[in-house]
């Protein structure tokens, strides 16, 4: 038996209660009404001591084959992180399905084949069989869905992109995601929106709603589950669609429905979404918005990946090249005027290529551009913004960094009311994806540092309820969230007036031909995960008592 106290700090339970000073006791990894004579104690006078913060929406799917920890998400507080989202998994897929899903994965989330060939080592079929590979290996606790157009390529091959599915399709889909429910799934997603490879709507997508309504019954015959979703975000009338169709999915299922993301734009169109979305809970149906509390910022390289050039096919088709091959390609003067021609400026649109800054570059001509736009570089110097981005990037072997800052979800009054709002959940951060691009671990430390020390707009009960048990609640993780008797001992320790993001860094630590973007935190003490700490100011230990939720 494994007994723990923790004494004299400021309990923040999960509940939305106000913080109040006690001690909290830990038995075998469940926390207790007290332990006498305990093996170990902390002392966490000063500090606020919270349960571990819940991440619903994440792509660690590869990356916890190597990397169970999931980092850098357990040094912001995150003991839960959520996997299998945007209708993609890494199982159930046939031998031969292993390419069509790398494929997807890599557009999607911009996760490289290379990745995949270095560190995902492909054993096994079943999604029961993936949980059980990834089981034992964990230092964080894994939430998986299983993915739509994951289930619909293996039961239906090529034709998942080609037409509806019959009855007898539905029904082997159906038995499918029963069997992963059996094995720990905690729900399904899928998505309005996104395209493969050959710009093909994903297999998802093909789906009529006799076939989403029947695998939501069948996930919901196992007791619990939740239907996530990418909407149509580009067609605000779609979107509105989308949302109808997912009250009429929660209400038929009895499930909760979840749509990412809903952005703080401001404007009529979010105010369409908050409609549509109090509309559905107004017929009781339950379907939330995820929202994040920061700037959707990104980064571009042309050494790396980037989605915003899945816009320019020429421009595509050579960052679709190995990285070695590329500065050939983007030097070659015979393509210079196609890939100038085909970049052209988008005024109206806020991920338009000319309103990126420069961020850090190699050569020393390139140091005077630092801090301007495209736009401004391209005017100063009577270029079209293709050239500049060619020119720049081209002295530094294709290693400048453009920065999109501060223009997505960056209406602070809308997004101080979404993280706060009943109709959404805390909680789109993408970690784990695009990671050359930008690092979606942190979110967690940006609610505590800024909206609540900072800005003052949270209180600190509602924040911590927020990504604990509000959202344990209502994604049916039932034995944790909160730091009652009985629950699993999920435990934050942080200093509230230290707690904050540190500078991003552009590091080497991936498998394959990536590198990645990450967010440090400050202030976290510790992080225990089922009783055992697992993150500390020393760093990470060599606990793994993750498991499957």
């Not at 207790?32 to 002392?43: K, L, N, Q, Y």
Request: charged share 25%; proline share 5%; net charge negative.
């Amino acid at each position: 038996m494994s007994t723990l106290a923790i004494r004299n700090g400021l309990v923040v339970d999960g509940t939305g209660g106000a913080p109040g000073r006690r001690d909290v006791f830990v038995r075998d990894g469940k926390i207790a009404s007290g332990v006498d004579a305990p093996e170990r104690t902390i002392d966490a006078a000063g500090r606020i001591v919270s349960p571990g913060f819940i991440d619903i929406h994440t792509h660690f799917d590869p990356q916890l084959c190597w990397d169970g920890l999931a980092t850098p998400s357990l040094e912001h507080g995150v003991t839960t992180v959520v996997i299998g989202n945007c209708s993609l998994s890494l199982a159930p897929v046939k031998p031969e399905g292993t390419a069509k899903l790398i494929s997807m994965f890599q557009v999607i989330e911009d996760i490289k084949k290379p990745t995949f060939d270095a560190a995902v080592p492909w054993c096994w079929e079943t999604f029961p069989e993936y949980l059980d590979f990834i089981r034992g290996k964990l230092g964080v606790n894994v939430g998986a869905l299983i993915g739509h157009s994951a289930v619909r390529a293996y039961v239906m091959g090529a034709a998942s992109q080609e037409r509806a599915a019959n009855a007898a399709e539905i029904d082997e889909m159906c038995r499918i995601v029963e069997e992963a429910m059996a094995a720990g799934a905690l729900g399904i997603s899928s998505s309005y929106l996104d395209m493969d490879e050959n710009m093909r709507p994903v297999p998802s997508r093909y789906a009529e709603i006799d076939e989403k309504l029947a695998l939501a019954k069948a996930m919901s015959a196992s007791g619990r589950g939740v239907w996530q979703v990418v909407p149509y975000i580009v067609d605000p009338e779609q979107l509105l669609d989308n949302i109808r169709e997912l009250g009429d999915i929660s209400l038929a299922a009895d499930i909760p429905c979840s749509l990412q993301p809903v952005l703080g734009s401001g404007g009529r169109a979010l105010d369409d979404q908050v409609r549509a979305l109090t509309e559905q809970h107004e017929r009781g149906a339950r379907v939330y918005g995820q929202t994040m509390p920061r700037t959707f910022d990104m980064n571009m390289r042309l050494s790396e990946t980037s989605m915003l050039l899945f816009g320019y096919p020429t421009w595509k088709s050579i960052m679709d090249l190995p990285a070695s091959e590329r500065a050939a390609e983007f030097g070659d003067p015979g393509k210079r005027q196609a890939l100038v021609e085909e970049m052209v400026p988008r005024e109206n649109s806020i991920f338009g290529i000319g309103h990126m800054r420069v961020g850090d570059v190699k050569s020393k001509q390139n140091e005077q551009y630092q801090g301007r736009t495209v736009n401004e570089i391209a005017e100063a110097e009577g270029k079209r913004i293709g050239e500049v981005v060619l020119d720049l990037s081209l002295r530094d072997d294709l290693d400048t960094e453009f920065k999109l800052e501060g223009v997505v979800n960056a209406d602070q009054d809308a997004v101080a009311r979404l993280i706060d709002s009943p109709l959404c959940h805390f909680g789109a951060s993408d970690a784990g994806a695009h990671i050359t691009q930008f690092c979606g671990s942190g979110d967690t430390t940006y609610m505590l540092s800024h909206f609540v020390r900072e800005a003052g707009t949270m209180p600190l009960e509602r924040a911590v309820h927020r990504m604990t048990g509000e959202v344990a609640r209502d994604w049916g993780i039932r034995d944790r969230g909160t730091l009652e008797e009985g629950q699993a001992a999920d435990i934050v320790i942080f200093d509230a007036d230290r707690v904050a993001i540190t500078k991003d860094e552009f590091v080497d630590d991936f498998p394959g031909e990536a590198r990645r973007y990450v967010r440090r935190a400050e202030g976290f003490d510790r992080v225990l995960v089922n009783g055992e700490q697992v993150y500390g100011t020393e760093g990470y230990t060599s606990a793994r008592p993750g498991r499957i939720v």
